[in-house]
C-alpha cells in the first residue's frame, strides 16, 4: 500500500513519551482556522514558495514545463539558487517507511519513545494508516487524530495504537461547522468509543480566546470525558501566532476571524470539579 506524507520529524519530544519519529500524512477534512500546516490539508502535492526572499532571477521559470499555470511537477525546486521553493508531498509504501522508522528502534527502546502517526488526519488515508500501524506494531505507536473518520475505521486503527493522542476542536455543532468546515458528529461518536475502550488516551485542545476557552466549551468536554479509565489527561496547547505566513507560501489567504493576539484564559476550576488532570502547556491564565 503506498500513502502519501509531507514530513518525518524525527528526534520528536512532544508528541507521545520518550523520543519519537512523527510522521506526517497528506490530506485533512477539516479547515480549521487556526491550522498551522496549510500544507498538510490537501491530499495533492503542492508547491510552498517563500515568495518574501525571492529575487525574480528567472532560473526557476526556464525549468517551468507550464508557465503560467503551475501543476506543482517540481520542475523548477531545483533551479532555485536561494532554494526558496519547495514540493510538499512525497508517496511510499508502508513497508518502506517502516523500515525508514525501525532504524530508530534502540533509541526508542531506550527512551520508552516510539513512532507517532499524524496529519493533516491520518485516517484521511486508512488503508494506509492501518498498513502501517500494522508494521509498527512491535514498537510503541501513538496516533494523532481528529476522530473525523468512520467509526470500523477509527475502531481499527485503535487496534493497533499503544496511545492515542485524539484533538478536540469543540463540542457546539454549529461553532465546530464554522470553524473547521464539518460536523463533529463523528467525532463525539468516537470520542465516546475512545472512553468506552481500553487503549490510553490523551485529549488535545488547541486553546483558542473567544473560541474555545468559555466554561460552556469546557463543562461539555469534562461531562463526556469524565469516568473514561483510560484517560491520562488533558492537554491545552498553544495556538501557533505565525501560522499565516505558510498560506502566504502556498497562495493562499490567511483570514481567520478570532482575535490572533488575545490570550486565551483556562477553566482550571471546571477541571477540578470534574477530577479532570489537565496539563497547560501554553501556561495560559485562569479564566476570571
Not at 525501525?102 to 491520518?122: A, D, H, M, R, Y
Request: glycine share 10%; with cysteine.
Amino acid at each position: 500500500m503506498k500513502g502519501r506524507i509531507f514530513d518525518i520529524a524525527e528526534f520528536s519530544l512532544h508528541d507521545g513519551p520518550g523520543v519519537r519519529t512523527t510522521v506526517f500524512l497528506k490530506g485533512c477534512p477539516l479547515r480549521c482556522m487556526w491550522c498551522h500546516n496549510p500544507e498538510s490539508q490537501n491530499f495533492g502535492k503542492e508547491l510552498m514558495v517563500s515568495y518574501r526572499s525571492c529575487s525574480h532571477c528567472g532560473k526557476c521559470t526556464a525549468l517551468c514545463a507550464s508557465p503560467g499555470n503551475c501543476v506543482s511537477c517540481g520542475a523548477c525546486v531545483s533551479g532555485c539558487p536561494s532554494r526558496l521553493r519547495k514540493l510538499v508531498g512525497e508517496d511510499i509504501e508502508a513497508a518502506v517507511l517502516a523500515g525508514v522508522i525501525k532504524k530508530n528502534n534502540e533509541l526508542f527502546e531506550k527512551s520508552g519513545g516510539g513512532v507517532t502517526i499524524s496529519g493533516g488526519e491520518p485516517l484521511f488515508q486508512p488503508a494506509f494508516c492501518i498498513e502501517l500501524m500494522e508494521e509498527l506494531s512491535h514498537g510503541h505507536v501513538a496516533l494523532d487524530t481528529s476522530g473525523f473518520a468512520g467509526k470500523d475505521i477509527f475502531k481499527e486503527a485503535v487496534g493497533y495504537a499503544s496511545l492515542v493522542l485524539f484533538d478536540v476542536k469543540l463540542m457546539d455543532a454549529d461553532k465546530h461547522y464554522h470553524y473547521t468546515g464539518v460536523d463533529n458528529k463523528l467525532i463525539l461518536e468516537n470520542l465516546e468509543q475512545l472512553c468506552s475502550g481500553e487503549t490510553p488516551f490523551l485529549v488535545r485542545v488547541p486553546l483558542i480566546s473567544g473560541v474555545n476557552d468559555d466554561e460552556e466549551f469546557t463543562r461539555d468536554l469534562c461531562q463526556r470525558i469524565r469516568g473514561a479509565r483510560n484517560l491520562i489527561r488533558v492537554d491545552l496547547l498553544p495556538y501557533h501566532r505565525g501560522a499565516g505566513a505558510k498560506y502566504a507560501m502556498l497562495g493562499r489567504a490567511y483570514e481567520p476571524d478570532f482575535d490572533l493576539y488575545a490570550s486565551p484564559g483556562v477553566q482550571r476550576d471546571i477541571f477540578q470539579e470534574y477530577s479532570i488532570p489537565f496539563v497547560n502547556q501554553a501556561g495560559y491564565g485562569d479564566n476570571e
